[in-house]
């Protein structure tokens, strides 16, 4: 942890109000009604949570409790109240009257449309939950959900809440080896995932992943396997063992009583990248969790009963647990869920998808932003501009920080100046929006945040936990516990405390890990990017050691070095250094060999890890201790001069054979 590496490049001053014409039923229509939000909770932070508690959710038992400290950093909030997260996302809505509510506009990868009620999905959810209770799944199990962005996917997390059994998503896009890691750790008993999924055209394999994973070892705890069939391409079907999950679903009730489970119990674990080591389970309550999913969408995105809402994550991912599966559901909203890509069958499938379904809050992530950006320059076709996209009302940003270029295309050209852009600053670990504008109040200043949700103490602090001046950068911290944040690092609380509650910051501020900075004269924040070994690719979690460790792994691989450099549309990319067990490589061959790690390193991890440029060397640049200086492969990946002083180096010639790229 170092605070000296932050500096602020920060120059931003455009403020930026567009005028809406729904201010007025806005759930935070100005800054005075920010502010007063802001204020009850500092001045009662408890009975602040308690109300919003009582009022965004529907508890079996009602709460006596709000925060317990008395473990702390272990915190419990609500502990003694009991409710379900799928009554809360379903059958109130149903008993409420709402049932023939379109919850799900799902479009397929071809555009095939299916509209799904509020009354349907909670028969879906009851059935495909007394699926798993014939399996014997029972609260407290883990289970395994690897399926692409499909009805399925989100019908099969909210039977695991139904039933009190604890999901773990793992990205479709993750391979065999990740999901392996995964299923260990759990100690899951069923895997829930689909023969194909069907992605820009192309249908990439599941099923084939899960056998692989299973066939690598220590998966004993797996009973079974449910497959949903998608796309009817061919896969190995081993009796008994997996099952086909349409047939059972058929023979269900559509009636299942929920579990009324504990708030604090664990609705889900969902693994991400730390600085060191393999991913964690980042554990998650069900009541704070819930309660936090639901205000946002209220405050953030302003959901309103006739929204259409479009949060474009997939439910791999947080954003898409906490803004697809549990937010818009818990909120009653009508969404989109969408099983493509942005650029099939070409770069204005958003655009024409806005235009066609009317969506009025459309989310995503800067990587896309930009890259979308890029492709209506190179074809005037696939420009917003050609599609009606009048039905916006409210667009967002999450993920990466949003550089102010993006910002300005997605204002002007997908929102027509008329659209606040809520850029909203979170984390795996925080459940929800943490740092956010309120599109009906806060000024907007491209690539900045702004300020925090009401009753999230953020704050920026030095190494030692003194708070810095504004216009200085330091580590951003919260330094109160809040309902949604993680509970836990599963199977791991030395973990949780050590790497979320650092002594030297005092052991109860809990650090994101990004450095951020505050403006002198508006006070917003600026996030400045990690401050530990964390890379961000188009809005992905990865830890650099993950993917040294993927290249090691391979035969020829002596030693390898891994950093991030910017990148134009990924964000930041990853720039691997590598020593083979062999003589240098040069030309075609070299080319190969790099191919192969490339390759190596999707299979280990998946396709999102794959270095984007490799660079062989006899060696890595290493300080007398043996210490790998990566600040200067850094610089070497960005094609800078070295200014860094170099007479630390054991071996400073081997910073120019570095420097040659492929
Ligand atoms: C929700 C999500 C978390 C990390 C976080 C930070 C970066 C996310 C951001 C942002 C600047 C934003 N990050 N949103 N940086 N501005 N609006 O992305 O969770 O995958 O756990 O990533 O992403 O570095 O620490 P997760």
Redesign the pocket.
């Known amino acids: 942890m170092t605070t000296n590496t932050i500096q602020s490049t920060a120059t931003e001053n455009r403020l930026f109000t567009p005028s809406v014409n729904w201010s007025a039923t806005a759930a935070i229509p100005d800054m005075a009604a920010y502010k007063a939000l802001c204020d009850e909770a500092a001045n009662d932070y408890e009975g602040f949570w308690a109300r919003l508690a009582r009022e965004n959710l529907t508890w079996h038992t009602p709460f006596t409790q709000v925060l317990d400290e008395s473990n702390a950093p272990f915190y419990q909030w609500f502990a003694d109240g009991r409710l379900n997260a799928s009554y809360n996302c379903l059958d109130r809505h149903v008993e409420a009257g709402r049932g023939d509510k379109v919850a799900i506009r799902f479009e397929s990868d071809n555009g095939e449309v299916t509209l799904v009620t509020y009354s349907n999905l909670l028969s879906r959810v009851n059935k495909m939950a007394n699926v798993l209770k014939s399996l014997g799944v029972q609260k407290g199990d883990r289970v395994m959900i690897y399926l692409p962005m499909s009805i399925e996917g989100v019908t099969a997390m909210q039977a695991c809440a139904r039933i009190g059994a604890i999901h773990s998503v793992v990205f479709g896009g993750f391979s065999a080896k990740a999901l392996n890691d995964r299923i260990v750790d759990t100690g899951a008993s069923l895997i829930i995932t689909a023969d194909e999924q069907a992605r820009g055209g192309k249908n990439l394999p599941l099923k084939d992943n899960v056998d692989e994973a299973l066939a690598l070892g220590d998966c004993e705890s797996v009973r079974h396997v449910l497959v949903n069939i998608r796309t009817h391409g061919s896969i190995s079907f081993r009796e008994g063992f997996d099952l086909h999950l349409e047939p059972l679903l058929a023979r269900q009730s559509d009636q299942c009583e929920p579990v009324w489970v504990e708030a604090e119990h664990p609705l889900f674990i969902l693994y ?1 990248s730390g600085s060191t080591g393999t991913p964690k389970g980042v554990q998650h309550s069900t009541g704070g969790y819930l309660l936090w999913a639901t205000q946002t969408m209220k405050w953030t995105f302003d959901i309103k009963p006739n929204d259409v809402f479009w949060c474009t994550a997939d439910i791999g ?3 898409g647990h906490t803004y697809v599966c549990y937010g818009p559901l818990s909120a009653g909203a009508t969404q989109i869920v969408f099983e493509g890509i942005p650029t099939y069958p070409n770069a204005s499938r958003f655009w024409k998808m806005i235009e066609s379904h009317r969506c009025s809050i459309f989310h995503t992530a800067p990587t896309a932003i930009r890259a979308l950006n890029k492709s209506s320059e190179m074809d005037e076709s696939v420009h917003p501009k050609n599609f009606d996209l009048s039905s916006l009302r409210i667009m967002g ?5 949003i550089n102010p270029e993006a910002w300005m295309w997605y204002y002007k050209n997908v929102g027509g100046e008329r659209c606040p852009i809520v ?6 670990e925080t459940g929800g929006n943490m740092i956010a504008p309120m599109p009906a109040a806060t000024p907007l200043m491209p690539g900045s ?1 702004t300020m925090p949700l009401p009753g999230i103490m953020t704050a920026i602090v030095d190494e030692t936990g003194h708070d810095v001046e504004n216009g200085q950068g330091g580590l951003l911290v919260v330094k109160r516990p809040w309902p949604s944040m993680l509970r836990n690092v599963w199977g791991n609380p030395q973990r949780y405390k050590s790497g979320y509650f650092p002594e030297e910051l005092g052991g109860t501020y809990y650090l ?3 450095g951020a900075m505050r403006y002198v004269d508006t006070t917003y924040f600026q ?1 400045m ?2 401050i530990d070994d964390i890379l ?1 690719v188009s ?1 992905h ?1 990865l830890g650099t050691m993950e993917v040294e460790s993927a290249l090691v792994s391979h035969h020829l691989v002596a030693e390898a070095a891994v950093v991030g450099r910017p990148d134009d549309v990924s964000g930041e990319a990853i720039c691997a250094f590598v020593v083979l067990k062999r003589t240098l490589p040069k030309g075609a061959e070299a080319l190969e060999i790099a191919k192969e790690l490339r390759n190596w390193v999707g299979q280990e991890i998946g396709p999102i890890a794959k270095p984007k440029d490799i660079r062989f060397g006899d060696n890595l640049p290493k300080t007398r201790s043996g210490k790998i200086m990566r600040r200067l492969l850094r610089s070497i990946a960005k094609g800078e001069e070295i200014s860094q002083d170099t007479s630390t180096l054991e071996n400073p010639a081997i910073l120019e054979q570095l420097k040659q790229a492929l």
């Not at 940003?397 to 920080?401: C, D, T, Y």
């Not at 850029?423 to 795996?428: G, I, L």
């Open positions: 991400t991912w947080i954003t940003s999450v993920g990466e920080p850029d909203t600053f979170w984390q795996t945040c994101a890990g990004d996030i990017g990690r961000n809005g979690r």
